[in-house]
């Protein structure tokens, strides 16, 4: 196609200075009357050239080959070199030496000093060698022409001819001949082959050992995504780690580093090794390497864990297949299997599985229990799990919080004795006189087994999901004590320590759920306390502390590393009440996820189990009060009080229920009632007689209504 070429050229008359410009002109199909400078256009293919992909790959290619060779020849030489001298044992030496192990070093001493004897008895044997090489070429020759003439003897006498007796001894020197012509023919060739064919040995041996940098390497070696892991991938990738004396240590070791790894062994989506560090290599120095370590091995960092076991100085690394933990883990059994019945005492909740794909089951037995985490990453539905399987004993008593409201928790309406939903600091008093009402309880179960240790009660489970918002809410009692705080006057406070401290021994147990843990929305003192802490991703590591301790974290566990957003439902547990590998302090497990439908299937399950519960679900407190008789109240004797002075009022005394009220909700009562507030001096006051009248109207209302 042809292209619009610009060309410049001036008007026929010469324009004035500093008048007329260059006139640019565009001529279809023309042909370039200037070309472009050489110079531009090599410049330009030699830009195209090296940004194209095919040189790319081209350069790689060379630079690999060419790599190839020259590393292949350098292992070559030293093996060669190994197999002369004893640097291998020294090796040996020094990586038992680095190790610690003093008996494996003197072993290889003596293995050296065998070495060494012999090859001095070979250098030995060197001196006298010359002399018995030509003795035995002597006897050599002379045995080898007497048993060619007896041969020819042979033949004579049996052909008559006396010319026999030599036909072997020429045959054979005919021979000798041949094969130095042969190699006349063959040397000239050789020599000049020789050297490729050595180079392509050497090629060999670089090609097999990948002896080339990361960036020459063939597309799907230098990705490696998916590579299966061995023992030189797992011993590079600590090699590489950046700890300088780890890696010089692996240097010093005669096998590589290949003594460090135990075996590796296949562990549910992916593989588990235990590295044994050498002396002088801390475990908490590899802990804080995981990114790295993971890109080392070709892996993203959330797929691989590493944990501390009981055997000193090794560390536990379980390597995930890449892209393994992406994958969903299918539904729970809960949904699958709708036999499936609870045991509060000797059962298992199906909770999840853990990174090998085992089943992850969790017991409840007289255990307080703490799900924390960042919002919308899955705690509610983990909590909501465990519940669901447990209201399939019929022995349990629910009594549940939700101080989220938006219905996470409406299934257990006829399994809960107690349902409260609502995000407000009214549903957060009535969370907290739940929890006070079950401290009460538990305070009843105490004495009566005091006066009967054979008595028995039904299991409690105390539910509060949204903790925080208890614990933070500024409201006051009419004693005065704050309802929420981290503080000895808390209430909420107060009453969740009581419940962990002694509710287990009578079966009060206390579950909560909570985000974002702090100081502040969740005290040392109540997170201490629970028997099994869960958390799903949280922001910090201090946050992972708050949320399942300081010995776990330290241990290895590393909720602050899941992915946001994208490892919902995946919880690190510390808990004896869930099986843990040995060694150590916690287990990451990837729970089920019951959507509300089949939870409301589950729930149904488990209300035909029950003989009929009644639920009592918060209410209002609104209707429970009346709020014109209340501002009646307040106001007393005076004629008049403000509009602030009678919310102020209001708020002492019902702090529930009129703390979120203001002057526009004032007005609106009044006016409701045929009555406002009016100003005084300029400023807005309520009438001790206007409520009044309000009051008489309404009831004389109220009466009509009646009378009809």
């Given at each position: 196609?042809?292209?619009?070429?610009?060309?410049?050229?001036?008007?026929?008359?010469?324009?004035?200075?500093?008048?007329?410009p260059t006139?640019?002109?565009?001529?279809?199909?023309?042909?370039?009357t200037?070309?472009?400078?050489?110079?531009?256009?090599?410049g330009?293919?030699?830009?195209?050239?090296?940004?194209?992909?095919?040189?790319?790959?081209?350069?790689?290619?060379?630079?690999?080959h060419?790599?190839?060779?020259?590393?292949?020849?350098?292992?070559?030489?030293r093996?060669?070199?190994?197999?002369?001298?004893?640097?291998?044992?020294?090796?040996m030496?020094?990586?038992?030496e680095?190790?610690?192990?003093?008996?494996?070093?003197?072993?290889?001493?003596?293995?050296?000093?065998?070495?060494r004897?012999?090859?001095?008895?070979?250098?030995?044997?060197?001196?006298?060698?010359?002399?018995?090489?030509?003795k035995?070429?002597?006897v050599?020759?002379?045995?080898?022409?007497?048993?060619?003439?007896?041969?020819?003897?042979?033949?004579?006498?049996?052909?008559?001819?006396?010319?026999?007796?030599?036909?072997?001894?020429?045959a054979t020197?005919?021979?000798?001949?041949?094969?130095?012509?042969?190699?006349?023919?063959?040397?000239?060739?050789?020599?000049?082959i020789g050297?490729?064919?050595?180079?392509?040995?050497?090629w060999?041996?670089?090609?097999?050992?990948?002896?080339?940098?990361?960036?020459a390497?063939?597309?799907?070696?230098?990705g490696?995504?998916?590579?299966?892991?061995?023992?030189?991938?797992?011993?590079?990738?600590?090699?590489?780690?950046?700890?300088p004396?780890l890696?010089r240590a692996?240097?010093e070791?005669?096998?590589a580093?290949?003594?460090?790894?135990?075996?590796?062994?296949i562990?549910?989506?992916?593989?588990?090794?235990?590295?044994?560090?050498?002396?002088?290599?801390?475990?908490?120095?590899?802990?804080?390497?995981?990114r790295?370590l993971?890109?080392n091995l070709?892996?993203?960092?959330?797929?691989?864990?590493?944990?501390?076991?009981?055997?000193?100085?090794?560390v536990?690394?379980?390597?995930?297949?890449?892209g393994?933990?992406?994958?969903?883990?299918?539904?729970?059994?809960?949904?699958?299997?709708?036999?499936?019945?609870?045991n509060?005492?000797?059962?298992?909740?199906?909770?999840g599985?853990?990174?090998?794909?085992?089943?992850?089951?969790?017991?409840?037995?007289?255990?307080?229990?703490?799900?924390?985490?960042?919002?919308n990453?899955?705690?509610?539905?983990?909590?909501?799990?465990?519940?669901?399987?447990?209201?399939?004993?019929?022995?349990?008593?629910?009594?549940?919080?939700?101080l989220?409201?938006?219905?996470?928790?409406?299934p257990?309406?006829?399994?809960?004795?107690?349902?409260?939903?609502?995000?407000?600091?009214?549903?957060?008093?009535?969370?907290?006189?739940m929890?006070?009402?079950?401290?009460?309880?538990m305070?009843?179960?105490?004495?009566?087994?005091?006066k009967?240790?054979?008595?028995?009660?039904a299991?409690l489970?105390v539910?509060?999901?949204?903790?925080q918002?208890?614990?933070?809410c500024?409201?006051?009692?009419?004693?005065?004590?704050?309802?929420?705080?981290?503080?000895a006057t808390?209430r909420?406070?107060m009453?969740?320590?009581?419940?962990?401290?002694?509710?287990?021994?009578?079966?009060?147990?206390m579950?909560?759920?909570?985000?974002?843990?702090t100081?502040?929305?969740?005290p040392?003192?109540?997170?201490?306390?629970?028997?099994?802490?869960?958390?799903?991703?949280v922001?910090?590591?201090s946050?992972?502390?708050?949320?399942l301790?300081?010995?776990?974290?330290?241990?290895?566990?590393?909720?602050?590393?899941?992915?946001?957003?994208l490892?919902?439902?995946?919880?690190?547990?510390?808990s004896?009440g869930?099986?843990?590998?040995?060694?150590?302090?916690s287990?990451?497990?990837?729970?089920?996820?019951?959507?509300?439908?089949p939870?409301?299937?589950?729930?149904?399950?488990?209300?035909?189990?029950?003989?009929?519960?009644?639920?009592?679900?918060?209410?209002?407190?609104?209707?429970?009060?009346?709020?014109?008789?209340?501002?009646a109240?307040?106001?007393?004797?005076?004629?008049?009080?403000r509009?602030?002075?009678?919310?102020?009022?209001?708020?002492?005394?019902?702090?529930?229920?009129?703390?979120?009220?203001?002057n526009?909700?004032?007005?609106?009562?009044?006016?409701?009632?045929g009555?406002?507030?009016?100003?005084?001096?300029?400023v807005?006051?309520?009438r001790?007689?206007?409520?009044?009248?309000?009051?008489?109207?309404?009831?004389?209302?109220?009466?009509a209504s009646?009378?009809?």
């Amino acid at each position: 196609m042809s292209e619009n070429v610009v060309h410049l050229h001036k008007p026929t008359d010469p324009p004035a200075p500093d008048t007329a410009p260059t006139v640019l002109t565009v001529v279809p199909d023309a042909t370039p009357t200037r070309p472009v400078p050489l110079w531009v256009r090599s410049g330009r293919a030699i830009k195209t050239g090296v940004t194209h992909e095919r040189t790319k790959s081209t350069v790689r290619a060379v630079a690999r080959h060419s790599l190839y060779t020259l590393n292949g020849g350098r292992i070559v030489t030293r093996r060669a070199w190994d197999g002369r001298t004893g640097s291998r044992y020294e090796r040996m030496i020094r990586a038992a030496e680095a190790a610690g192990n003093l008996e494996a070093a003197e072993e290889w001493e003596e293995r050296l000093q065998r070495f060494r004897a012999a090859r001095h008895h070979r250098r030995m044997d060197l001196l006298h060698s010359p002399v018995e090489a030509a003795k035995g070429v002597a006897v050599g020759a002379g045995m080898s022409i007497g048993v060619l003439v007896a041969l020819g003897v042979v033949m004579a006498i049996n052909t008559g001819h006396v010319g026999d007796v030599i036909t072997p001894l020429s045959a054979t020197v005919d021979f000798i001949a041949l094969l130095i012509r042969i190699v006349q023919v063959v040397w000239g060739p050789a020599l000049t082959i020789g050297p490729f064919l050595a180079l392509l040995a050497l090629w060999s041996v670089g090609r097999k050992q990948h002896a080339a940098p990361a960036w020459a390497l063939p597309a799907n070696v230098r990705g490696g995504e998916g590579e299966p892991i061995t023992p030189s991938i797992v011993v590079k990738a600590l090699r590489d780690l950046g700890v300088p004396a780890l890696a010089r240590a692996i240097k010093e070791m005669g096998d590589a580093g290949a003594s460090m790894l135990g075996p590796i062994r296949i562990a549910g989506c992916g593989v588990e090794v235990d590295v044994t560090l050498p002396s002088g290599v801390a475990t908490n120095e590899v802990q804080k390497k995981r990114r790295k370590l993971a890109e080392n091995l070709t892996r993203h960092e959330h797929e691989v864990f590493i944990t501390i076991p009981e055997a000193a100085r090794t560390v536990r690394l379980w390597i995930a297949d890449s892209g393994a933990l992406d994958e969903p883990i299918g539904p729970s059994p809960l949904v699958t299997d709708e036999t499936l019945t609870a045991n509060y005492k000797t059962g298992r909740a199906p909770w999840g599985q853990d990174l090998r794909g085992d089943a992850a089951e969790l017991s409840v037995y007289q255990r307080h229990l703490l799900v924390t985490g960042l919002s919308n990453q899955g705690k509610t539905a983990a909590l909501r799990a465990l519940a669901l399987w447990l209201a399939l004993d019929r022995t349990v008593q629910f009594w549940i919080a939700d101080l989220k409201g938006v219905g996470d928790w409406a299934p257990f309406d006829g399994i809960a004795k107690v349902l409260i939903e609502g995000p407000s600091d009214s549903h957060c008093i009535q969370a907290t006189e739940m929890v006070e009402d079950a401290v009460e309880e538990m305070n009843r179960r105490i004495e009566a087994v005091r006066k009967d240790p054979s008595l028995v009660f039904a299991p409690l489970i105390v539910l509060v999901d949204e903790a925080q918002k208890a614990f933070m809410c500024p409201a006051k009692g009419e004693d005065g004590r704050p309802y929420g705080g981290a503080k000895a006057t808390s209430r909420y406070f107060m009453a969740v320590r009581e419940i962990h401290n002694q509710g287990r021994a009578v079966d009060v147990l206390m579950w909560q759920g909570t985000q974002d843990p702090t100081d502040q929305n969740l005290p040392k003192l109540v997170r201490e306390g629970a028997h099994t802490r869960a958390s799903l991703v949280v922001g910090t590591e201090s946050q992972a502390e708050m949320a399942l301790g300081a010995k776990a974290v330290n241990a290895g566990a590393a909720p602050h590393l899941l992915r946001q957003g994208l490892d919902k439902g995946t919880l690190v547990v510390a808990s004896d009440g869930i099986a843990i590998p040995a060694g150590q302090s916690s287990i990451t497990v990837r729970t089920h996820f019951i959507d509300d439908e089949p939870a409301a299937e589950i729930a149904a399950r488990a209300k035909a189990l029950r003989d009929g519960v009644t639920t009592l679900r918060a209410i209002e407190r609104d209707e429970e009060r009346d709020p014109l008789a209340d501002v009646a109240a307040v106001i007393g004797d005076a004629a008049r009080l403000r509009t602030d002075e009678v919310l102020k009022r209001l708020h002492t005394l019902d702090t529930a229920v009129y703390r979120e009220w203001n002057n526009v909700r004032l007005k609106r009562l009044l006016e409701e009632h045929g009555e406002e507030p009016r100003k005084s001096h300029g400023v807005m006051v309520v009438r001790r007689d206007d409520v009044a009248r309000a009051l008489a109207n309404r009831d004389a209302d109220g009466s009509a209504s009646a009378a009809e």
